[in-house]
């Protein structure tokens, strides 16, 4: 039987919602929910590792995970994963990587269910802007997980 799982807590950004099925996590989001404990011991690592990010702790995650998307969302989603902590790609650099356009690239960013463990908020136009980002509170938290990554370096 399938053991799904969700905890909600607060963050220097809001409240993270991260959800579990059978102790791997398939989502992670931003929400305006209530704070939620859980006994899972993969949520709970979660909330550590991520809280950990937050407060400039952390550069690496070791959580299991599982991409829930199409082959190509999952190809960008792969290929977001290897961009460092701190460091910025431009859509449509990531584009040229995998042979498509810098819109596809927005739109499988815009449908990743991992935020902050595939770090989408490293995405940025080719003129260093910061646009898109589909995730509560949209460019502002954006803004601030590079900042807190530019600060911790």
Known sequence: ??????????TVL??????????????IKFTNKKVKNSNSEILNKSKHQIKEYLSGNRTVFNINIKFEGS?????????????????????????????TSPRAIGNACGKNSLLIIIPCHRVISVK??????????????KEKLLQIEATKI
């Open 1 to 10: 039987m399938e053991k799904r799982d969700a905890i909600i807590f607060e």
């Open 128 to 141: 260093g802007k910061l646009t898109g980002f589909s995730a509560l509170g949209g460019i502002k938290t």
């Open 14 to 27: 809001g409240n993270i919602k991260v959800f579990s099925i059978n102790e791997v996590v398939v989502l």
């Open 71 to 99: 082959i190509f969302q999952k190809r960008v989603w792969e290929q977001l994963s290897l961009i460092p902590y701190g460091k910025t790609i431009s859509y449509l650099t990531l584009s040229n990587i995998l042979k």
